[in-house]
C-alpha cells in the first residue's frame, strides 16, 4: 500500500511503500476512495497539537470500502463507511457513560494518533467506523465526515438561535450554511477581509449577508460560530452577538484570545467550545444530511498531491473541501 507520511513536525508529507496491514480484533482495511483535507490536518502537520507522534498518516474524514474484515468487526467486504476523527474511546469513563465520547480523556483519533486516509488503504475500528448514506459520491460525501459532523455539533450548541455569524467560511461552514437554512435559520458570513470570493461563495449558499471580520452585522446576532483559527476573533464575535447570546468556538486549536473589556461578556452572552465528535452526532448528522440535501463543493486531488492540498488551505485558496482520492 502506499500512504503520505508525516516523518517530523512541519515536514513535507512523503509517500512510502508499507505492507499492507491485516485487521485485528474488531478492526476493518479498508481501501480508501476519498479522504477529505481538514484544517486540522493542518494543526497535526505543524505540531499544533499535544503530543503528535512521527511518522504518521495524516486524514480522518474516510470515506472506505471494506476489503477485510478481523474477528467481530460486524461488516462485509464490499460494505462502504466513513472513518471519522473519533476512532476509540474507553467506554468506561464518567463521559463515555454519559453520551460524551467526544470528552474521554483515552481517546484516540484518526490521522492524529491512528493513521489516516491520506493513504489508499487504511485500518479502522469498525465500532467507530459511520453508515454513509446510499447514493452519495464517495468526494463528495468525505467533507461531511469532518467538516460536516464539527459544523453540525457546533450549529447544535447555538441552540434554538435564528440569526448567526459564521467566522471563517471554508469547509465546514459552506455545510452549516446549508443545514441552518433548512432549519429556517439566518445565516451571516464573516470571511478575512478582502476576500471577495470566499463572500460571494457565502451568498451562494444562502446567507443574508457577508462581510468582513472586522464589520459588525447589520442588526446583531443571536449566535455566533468561529472556524476560523485566530483567537482575535472571540472578541469580534461577542461585540456582534445580543445580550443572552453564544459565540461557539468550532476549531480544535486557536491563536491566543487577546484580553477584551468585560462589557463584551455582560449581559449573559457566554462563550464555549466544541471538542471532536461522538458516533450519535455521525449516525444524526449523515442520516440528516441527504435529507436537506447538503451539496458540497469539492477541488480533488490525487494522493500524491497531498501537500499541495494542505498548501492550498493554508493560503486559503480553496473554495470549499479539499478532497484526495487515492484511487485516481
Ligand atoms: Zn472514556
Ligand atoms: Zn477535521
Do not use: K
Not at 15 to 43: F, I
Not at 46 to 59: A, N, Q, R, Y
Not at 226 to 242: C, E, K
Not at 251 to 262: A, E, L, N, Q, T
Request: glycine share 12%; with cysteine.
Amino acid at each position: 500500500m502506499h500512504a503520505m507520511v508525516l516523518r517530523a513536525a512541519r515536514a513535507p508529507l512523503e509517500m512510502v511503500e508499507r505492507e499492507l496491514p491485516s485487521p485485528g480484533l474488531q478492526q476493518v482495511l479498508l481501501r480508501v476512495r476519498a479522504c477529505g483535507v481538514c484544517r486540522t490536518d493542518l494543526h497535526v502537520v505543524d505540531d499544533e497539537l499535544p503530543g503528535v507522534p512521527h511518522p504518521i498518516v495524516p486524514g480522518h474524514e474516510i470515506v472506505g470500502e471494506v476489503v477485510a474484515c478481523g474477528p467481530g468487526a460486524g461488516l462485509a467486504a464490499g460494505d462502504r463507511v466513513g472513518v471519522p476523527w473519533l476512532g476509540w474511546t474507553c467506554g468506561a469513563c464518567e463521559y463515555c457513560r454519559s453520551g460524551r465520547e467526544n470528552l474521554c480523556g483515552e481517546a484516540r483519533f484518526t490521522g492524529y494518533q491512528i493513521d489516516g486516509g491520506y493513504a489508499d488503504h487504511v485500518l479502522a475500528d469498525a465500532r467507530y467506523c459511520l453508515p454513509l448514506p446510499a447514493g452519495l459520491d464517495e468526494a463528495h460525501a468525505a467533507p461531511l465526515l469532518c467538516a460536516g459532523l464539527i459544523g453540525y455539533r457546533a450549529l447544535r450548541m447555538t441552540g434554538d438561535a435564528r440569526r448567526i455569524g459564521i467566522y471563517g467560511f471554508g469547509a465546514a461552514a459552506h455545510i452549516v450554511a446549508q443545514v441552518a437554512s433548512y432549519q429556517g435559520r439566518d445565516c451571516l458570513a464573516f470571511v478575512r477581509p478582502g476576500d471577495e470570493n470566499a463572500a460571494e461563495f457565502a451568498r451562494r449558499l444562502g446567507c443574508s449577508w457577508a462581510g468582513s471580520s472586522d464589520e459588525r452585522p447589520p442588526t446583531p446576532l443571536d449566535a455566533a460560530i468561529i472556524f476560523a483559527p485566530a483567537g482575535s476573533l472571540v472578541p469580534a464575535a461577542l461585540a456582534a452577538v445580543r445580550r443572552g447570546g453564544t459565540v461557539v468556538c468550532g476549531g480544535i486549536h486557536m491563536s491566543d484570545v487577546p484580553s477584551f473589556p468585560y462589557a463584551l461578556l455582560w449581559g449573559e452572552r457566554s462563550i464555549r467550545s466544541v471538542a471532536n465528535l461522538t458516533r450519535r452526532d455521525g449516525e444524526e448528522f449523515l442520516a440528516l444530511a441527504p435529507r436537506i440535501p447538503v451539496r458540497t463543493e469539492v477541488t480533488t486531488f490525487a494522493l500524491g498531491q497531498a501537500n499541495e492540498a494542505l498548501a492550498r488551505l493554508r493560503e486559503g485558496r480553496l473554495i470549499g473541501a479539499a478532497v484526495l482520492l487515492p484511487g485516481a
